[in-house]
């Protein structure tokens, strides 16, 4: 188990066998060392800085109906919202004043934007607060949207494969989505030039560990610069209320891993660590975890943005959570920094 866990910093690669053998045998003593080996890697790349992200969930309609998400179209007790642009702007400027360089535009899928909406979105963020980093996390879209948004200054994207197994995702989603089209985005994403991030649920449902050892081999064939994974969590109005939570454990040791396998990817410590443990996000950075994204959406809407039960961080003012989760980053010996933080080729 060590010498497999030594390889895989050496060479940043394993075979899927042995990826396998890692994932199904590892116990608290590995877990540890690769834990360890991660945050030597993630500390040669970014020192003890963490960069933050600010989220703003600006919609929480969806015409799609992913079978574990809170907010999917089926579920009519969801209190819909779309925030404004004046409101959005209000919290790029808060979060500006907190020192955020990096907004993560977030929402459903909702028909009701149009290109140009994203577009007019994204220009006047871009105008305003020029020496910020735009990232987008709103879907599946056409080629020719996402370079549209692209050219209006969008820097990044966020869209998690979800699972690279085709006949899981189809467990996890309703047969209009197809992992084929997900993989096609992800292509057009990167070919257009933005800084792309992908991800999975740990322990989503019907999830086998050949499914990870597929899921970490199509991400290191990527080569993503953002990877963001965290435990499934069920919400109690989906088809999926009654489904086991993913494990801490697996979430963390799958951080090391894929932190050796992509040493300088911008990997965030995830709200749903947080959900799941109290310190999940520390622990998230010390098994190699460089990056955290806390909310800057508007108080009064953060309930409803519920992709699953219990989400940390749902009361608390921006200014709170980021006091907050800057004196927990301080107490393991890290330091959130006023940065962007783009990825780095090196
Ligand atoms: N609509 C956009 C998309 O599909 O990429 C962005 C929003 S979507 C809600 C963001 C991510 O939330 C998904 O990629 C999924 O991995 C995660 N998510 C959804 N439901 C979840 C759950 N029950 N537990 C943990 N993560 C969940
Ligand atoms: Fe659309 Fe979750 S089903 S955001």
Same mark, same amino acid.
């Given at each position: %188990? ?14 899927? #066998?042995?990826?396998?053998?890692l ?5 608290? !003593?590995?877990?540890e $060392?690769i834990h /360890? &080996?991660a945050?030597?890697v993630?500390?040669r790349?970014?020192? &003890? ?7 703003i969930?600006?919609t929480n309609?969806c015409? !799609? *109906?992913?079978?574990y998400?809170?907010?999917? $179209?089926?579920n ?8 404004s642009i004046d409101?959005?702007l209000?919290?790029c400027?808060?979060?500006y004043?907190?020192?955020?360089r ?6 459903g899928?909702?028909? /009701?934007?149009t *290109?140009?909406d ?5 220009s006047?963020i871009?105008s305003?607060f ?9 879907g /599946?879209k056409?080629?020719d949207?996402?370079l ?6 969008a820097?990044r994207?966020?869209?998690r ?11 996890l989603?309703?047969?209009n989505l197809?992992?084929?089209r997900?993989?096609?985005c992800?292509q057009?994403l ?5 800084q792309?991030?992908?991800?999975? %649920? ?8 050949? !499914?990870?050892?597929?899921d970490l081999?199509? @991400?290191k064939e990527?080569?993503?610069? %953002? @990877?963001g ?7 109690? *109005?989906?088809p ?5 939570a ?8 799958l ?6 396998m992509?040493p ?5 410590a995830?709200?749903s660590?947080?959900? @799941?443990?109290p310190?999940?996000?520390e622990?998230g950075i ?5 990056? =955290?994204m ?5 108080v009064?809407?953060?309930?409803k $943005?519920e992709?699953? #039960?219990n989400k940390i ?5 921006a200014a709170e959570?980021?006091v907050?989760l800057?004196?927990r980053?301080n &107490?393991?010996?890290y330091?959130i =920094?006023?940065?962007?933080g783009?990825? =780095?080729?090196?």
């Amino acid at each position: %188990m060590i010498d497999l866990i030594d390889k895989l910093q050496k060479t940043r690669d394993l075979k899927r #066998d042995e990826l396998f053998y890692l994932l199904s045998n590892f116990n608290h !003593n590995t877990s540890e $060392y690769i834990h /360890e &080996k991660a945050r030597e890697v993630a500390q040669r790349y970014f020192g &003890k800085k963490i960069y933050t992200r600010g989220l703003i969930e600006f919609t929480n309609y969806c015409k !799609n *109906d992913c079978f574990y998400c809170g907010i999917r $179209y089926s579920n009519k007790n969801v209190d819909r919202y779309r925030l404004s642009i004046d409101s959005i702007l209000d919290c790029c400027e808060s979060g500006y004043h907190l020192g955020f360089r990096t907004f993560v535009l977030q929402g459903g899928e909702d028909l /009701e934007y149009t *290109d140009n909406d994203i577009v007019n979105l994204v220009s006047t963020i871009k105008s305003r607060f020029p020496d910020c980093a735009i990232t987008l996390s709103i879907g /599946e879209k056409s080629y020719d949207s996402y370079l549209a948004y692209f050219k209006s200054g969008a820097d990044r994207f966020l869209l998690r494969h979800e699972t690279a197994t085709a006949q899981h995702y189809k467990k996890l989603h309703p047969h209009n989505l197809t992992l084929d089209r997900r993989k096609q985005c992800l292509q057009d994403l990167k070919s257009i030039g933005y800084q792309v991030g992908t991800g999975f %649920m740990v322990g989503s449902p019907y999830q086998t560990i050949e !499914n990870l050892v597929e899921d970490l081999l199509f @991400i290191k064939e990527i080569t993503p610069q %953002m @990877i963001g994974i965290g435990p499934y969590i069920p919400h109690h *109005d989906t088809p999926f209320a009654n489904e086991n939570a993913g494990s801490l454990e697996l979430t963390l040791f799958l951080i090391s891993v894929i932190r050796l396998m992509n040493p300088n990817a911008l990997i965030p410590a995830t709200t749903s660590l947080g959900t @799941i443990d109290p310190n999940g996000r520390e622990m998230g950075i010390l098994a190699g975890a460089n990056v =955290v994204m806390p909310n800057l959406s508007p108080v009064n809407v953060r309930k409803k $943005y519920e992709l699953y #039960d219990n989400k940390i961080c749902t009361d608390e003012e921006a200014a709170e959570c980021k006091v907050c989760l800057s004196n927990r980053i301080n &107490k393991i010996g890290y330091e959130i =920094v006023v940065d962007r933080g783009d990825y =780095v080729n090196i």
